[in-house]
């Protein structure tokens, strides 16, 4: 399996982004992609996820500001974020659940615990 992360940089306060994550080397009927956001010597935070089936998931501190969207004949999963603040300022990973618990309330905390792979972050740096 590969993710790859790609877009983010620094931007101004205010200002929007979109991230990339192109996956490759599966096949499955059914799984989660999304992103979560970890500095250096902090928890992972879950941000937003995406099913094969279009059901996306979001975090409540993300809500109204984040766009999850997927372009399926790519395998490209996207995540556009309007209005960054400072305190989105973080590395952004691209991660997949490949076998997410369908006969469970499925949310952004089953996400982040089956994670099964995860590729290189992507800086996100917001600053004036």
């Known amino acids: 399996v590969q993710l790859q992360a790609s877009g983010g940089g620094l931007v101004q306060p205010g200002e929007s982004l979109t991230l990339s994550c192109a996956a490759s080397g599966f096949t499955r009927s059914y799984y989660v992609i999304g992103w979560f956001r970890q500095a250096l010597g902090k928890e992972r935070e879950g941000i937003s996820a995406?099913?094969?089936?279009?059901?996306?998931y979001y975090s409540d501190s993300v809500k109204g500001r984040f766009t999850i969207s997927r372009d399926n004949a790519k395998n490209i999963v996207y995540l556009h974020i309007n209005s960054l603040k400072p305190e989105d300022t973080d590395v952004y990973y691209c991660g997949i659940d490949l076998n997410p618990d369908g006969s469970r309330p499925y949310g952004l905390g089953e996400f982040l615990n089956g994670l099964d792979w995860w590729g290189r972050g992507t800086l996100v740096t917001v600053s004036s």
């Open positions: 995406i099913s094969n089936s279009n059901t996306k």
